[in-house]
């Protein structure tokens, strides 16, 4: 899927056989971004800087890991790497790159001693195009979805792209999608797949230590800034929320960032909505469903 957006570039790092892998999102310069995390369990790395009251008002690029925290490492490279061309906020004896990082829970589904580390950051960001891959690759290698009706019931999940375009206005969600819950196509919600039961019984519940979070980024070539972006990603949100049976679970530590790279005019309410779609289809994309 192309991403669309005039110097959005993504790249993956992929381990097929840990079953873990992570995705580097690069910005251009001048890209503003925010973001939030509605889950109970997130894994995050600089993530407070995105609060619309705080100073740094660039995002250089954005990183999605499996790996648990430990693949929050993958940010060093990233970071490194960005340095080493100049890239980052200036200061008067240092320029600091602007990652952000959010990972995923994927230790239980592969090898758990191999994560993503700074090399695989720094590999992720080389390999970083207009064009990336979907599915089980980078962040999205090791992602399952379902796991709230017990391990029997769980299947692949992956990443997932979709851009939408109104006009001259461009808005692309990169979704890494590992969901406690179920993903549905619209049509046959996934709450009446279980004799119309919405909680599972006892033996088919949750298990504590399962791979679980949706973690991704939407990013508009719109003018918005850090508070638009946060509007932007509650926007995601919702549409993790439409796509996703039950949604933001303590289990799941999903978390959204809305990047903006201040090309185009458009409101909050109509890059917001894009989001929402965008979302969506790219969380039923990436395990294989189209709306129903």
Same mark, same amino acid.
């Given at each position: ?40 369990? !997130? ?158 019984? !006892? ?90």
């Amino acid at each position: 899927m192309q991403i669309g957006i005039d110097g959005v570039l993504v790249g993956h790092r992929t381990d097929e056989d840990a079953k873990t892998g992570c995705t580097v999102i690069r910005l251009p310069e001048g890209t503003v971004g925010a973001g939030e995390i509605r889950g109970g369990a !997130p894994a995050s790395r600089e993530f407070a800087v995105l609060d619309p009251t705080r100073t740094v008002q660039r995002l250089d690029a954005v990183v999605l890991s499996g790996g648990s925290a430990y693949g929050l490492a993958a940010g060093d490279g990233v970071m490194r790497a960005l340095e080493a061309d100049g890239v980052g906020f200036e200061l008067s004896d240092a320029v600091v790159p602007i990652v952000v990082g959010l990972s995923l829970y994927d230790l239980a589904v592969g090898d758990p001693d191999v994560r993503p580390d700074a090399a695989w950051g720094r590999d992720a960001l080389v390999a970083a195009s207009s064009d990336p891959g979907t599915g089980a690759v980078g962040a999205g290698t090791g992602a399952t979805v379902g796991k709230w009706r017990g391990r029997d019931a769980a299947r692949q999940g992956g990443l997932g792209i979709h851009r939408v375009e109104q006009g001259a206005l461009v808005v692309t969600a990169i979704v890494a999608v590992n969901a406690v819950g179920d993903i549905d196509d619209g049509s046959f919600p996934a709450r009446v797949l279980d004799d119309e039961r919405v909680w599972p019984d !006892p033996e088919h519940q949750v298990v504590d230590g399962d791979p679980n979070t949706v973690i991704g980024v939407v990013v508009t070539n719109a003018a918005l800034d850090k508070i638009g972006c946060f509007v932007v990603a509650q926007g995601a949100h919702d549409g993790l929320a439409r796509a996703v049976f039950p949604p933001h679970m303590r289990t799941d530590g999903d978390g959204f960032v809305a990047a903006a790279t201040g090309a185009v005019e458009a409101t909050v309410d109509e890059v917001r909505l894009a989001a929402v779609v965008a979302t969506e289809t790219a969380i039923r994309e990436a395990v294989g469903i189209l709306p129903g």
